[in-house]
């Protein structure tokens, strides 16, 4: 079921094969708004299963992607996109019925919180920022992906979109807020130039360059 109210566009072609020696940009992309709501207070536990359903769910309905992100995939070369529901449903709303690749190579870096006392309770949102600290300073992982597998997923992902871009093609990646962030420090230690940052919001879109 498609969760947003926008009409798909007439497919676009695929731009033609670039400039021999051209090497493309990489924007990092995240996705539309999530459905599930964040009005609420939650234990730790209780976040714990909040996230669970966040990483299934989609995509608030009634939402239209920005301008500047459609002409961003009209533009590129390949679209990537994480498997999670809200960046399928992202990359439909705004590749215009191009192919997309899809890979779990994109998905978000786990946030399981920290085990607190049930009388302790927190929006989603500060809880997102208490797990993240937790996960990266600590290394808490409650037996999901630790912060060194995480990294070297980045590192992997980093490398995947060099290799396109240095094919000639612009990229595009649809994905999520911490992950984009964790793939952009590897492009930037590779030598790549943050040039247009819209920052980590919904819909928002990060490109580099080869420096």
């Not at 990483?55 to 608030?60: F, R």
């Not at 240095?166 to 990646?173: I, T």
Request: with cysteine.
């Amino acid at each position: 079921m498609n969760r947003i109210d926008l009409a798909v566009p007439e497919p676009v072609a695929p731009r033609a094969p670039e400039t021999p020696g051209r090497i493309g940009s990489i924007t990092l992309a995240r996705h539309g708004e999530p459905a599930l709501s964040r009005k609420c207070y939650l234990t730790s536990d209780q976040y714990r299963d909040w996230w669970a359903k966040y990483e299934q769910g989609g995509l608030l309905a009634g939402q239209t992607p920005p301008a500047e992100l459609l002409a961003t995939a009209q533009g590129a070369g390949v679209i990537f996109a994480s498997t999670r529901q809200r960046a399928q449903e992202t990359a439909v709303a705004v590749s215009a019925g191009r192919a997309v690749v899809s890979d779990v190579l994109f998905i978000e870096a786990p946030l399981p919180p920290p085990h607190f006392p049930s009388w302790f309770k927190l929006p989603p949102k500060y809880w997102g920022a208490v797990a993240r600290f937790w996960w990266h300073a600590f290394d808490h992982h409650d037996g999901q992906e630790t912060r060194r597998e995480a990294e070297a997923r980045a590192e992997r992902a980093a490398q995947l979109l060099i290799a396109r871009a240095e094919a000639g093609e612009d990229v595009l990646v649809l994905a999520h807020g911490y992950f984009n962030h964790m793939v952009g420090r590897r492009l930037k230690a590779d030598g790549w130039k943050l040039v247009h940052n819209q920052g980590f919001k919904y819909w928002s879109q990060r490109r580099y360059e080869r420096a």
